[in-house]
């Protein structure tokens, strides 16, 4: 029975952090409470501090997840393409979709979560998690443009993702606007072009 017991709480640590990256990408560290959380979990908020000590714990291990859930994906459209060229193509089209822009508790968790830890004070343990979630990003990157050839590839990825991720920060405050669609096609077409990703 303890053995059931100690399953069963994995699985509901598991719901927590994965509906928690869910929402906060969604809503924001401060746009929704451990009340919310835990209701859209189907647990009970007393629930919360058998799994987390804080808020601000969760906020950090929501953060990985998010960061890790958002690498498989694009471990996942990489693999599909034998020529890194090709991998890096399907990148920056499914990082610049309009559908990326509308769906962001399911998105990169570097656009979504950018403001909230900027304003989270400097000694708060989402900050490390955040950055080395921006670093795997840039890593993924350097090695697709490494095996595609190209000179300076760790700058080439590094200006590539402040493009992918400025260019969609800026699409989800101006959604509703025409402007919105107009930054994304015109960031991919400066990355496609930049890179020599459409010959």
Same mark, same amino acid.
């Given at each position: &029975? ?7 709480? @994995? ?8 509906? %928690? ?15 919310? *959380? &835990?209701?859209?979990?189907? #647990?009970?908020?007393?629930? /919360? ?6 808020? !601000?714990?969760?906020?950090? $291990? ?15 459209? %990489? =693999?599909?393409?034998? !020529?890194?060229?090709?991998? #890096?193509?399907?990148?920056? !089209? ?11 508790? =399911?998105?990169?968790?570097? $656009?979504? #979560?950018?403001? !909230? ?27 697709? /443009?490494?095996? %595609?050839?190209?000179? @300076? ?11 992918? $991720? ?25 990355? *496609?072009? $930049? =890179?020599?990703? =459409?010959?």
């Amino acid at each position: &029975m303890p053995r059931v017991s100690r399953e069963q709480t @994995q699985k509901n640590r598991a719901v927590i952090e994965n509906v %928690s990256a869910r929402l906060f990408r969604e809503q924001g560290f401060n746009g929704v409470s451990v009340a919310d *959380l &835990m209701a859209a979990a189907g #647990l009970t908020h007393g629930g /919360f501090y058998g799994h987390f000590s804080s808020k !601000d714990e969760l906020t950090d $291990v929501a953060c990985a997840a998010a960061f890790k859930q958002s690498s498989q994906r694009r471990n996942e459209r %990489s =693999n599909k393409h034998a !020529d890194p060229r090709h991998a #890096l193509h399907a990148h920056v !089209d499914h990082y610049l979709s309009t559908w990326h822009r509308d769906h962001t508790g =399911n998105g990169c968790p570097a $656009v979504a #979560l950018a403001g !909230d830890v900027a304003r989270e004070p400097a000694d708060k343990p989402v900050h490390r998690t955040y950055a080395a979630g921006v670093e795997s990003m840039a890593d993924s990157l350097t090695t697709l /443009f490494e095996a %595609s050839g190209a000179p @300076q590839p760790r700058s080439q990825a590094l200006a590539t993702l402040a493009t992918l $991720v400025g260019a969609q920060v800026l699409a989800r405050a101006t959604r509703g606007s025409p402007l919105s669609d107009d930054i994304l096609a015109a960031a991919r077409e400066f990355l *496609l072009d $930049v =890179n020599m990703l =459409n010959n």
